[in-house]
């Protein structure tokens, strides 16, 4: 199994960046997909997840109207819009996947499968 991110990169604040996390050796259709963020010096947080089935998603305030999260499951893929980007956006961001819907963060363990970050930076 293996969840490979990508689409970081180096925007101005304002801008705009979409992240994909394509998972592949699983039913991926029948994971909830995560996206999450450790900034330098910070602890990770919990952005967004989106159910498997319904497409249920959630959001954490912090990015709430700014980033959407999506997926495609012929592509076994999870993507992330995030626009307005602000230098607070700075970070590395990581998807993940797991066979449970949640709403609220859980232990790293927790979840089936990580992918390995892409590196997001926002100039001022």
């Known amino acids: 199994v293996q969840l490979q991110a990508s689409g970081g990169g180096m925007v101005q604040a304002g801008g705009s960046l979409r992240l994909s996390c394509a998972a592949s050796g699983l039913s991926f259709s029948t994971y909830a997909a995560y996206w999450f963020r450790r900034a330098p010096g910070k602890e990770r947080e919990f952005l967004t997840g989106?159910?498997?089935?319904?497409?249920?998603?959630y959001y954490a305030d912090s990015v709430k109207g700014r980033f959407t999260i999506s997926r495609d499951d012929a592509k076994n893929t999870v993507y992330l819009q995030m626009n307005s980007l602000e230098p607070e956006d700075t970070a590395v961001y990581y998807c993940?996947?797991?066979?449970?819907?949640?709403?609220?963060?859980?232990?790293?363990?927790?979840?089936?499968?990580w992918g390995q970050g892409t590196q997001v930076t926002v100039s001022s």
């Open positions: 993940a996947i797991d066979r449970y819907f949640s709403t609220w963060d859980r232990a790293e363990y927790e979840y089936d499968y």
């Open positions: 989106i159910s498997w089935g319904s497409g249920t998603t």
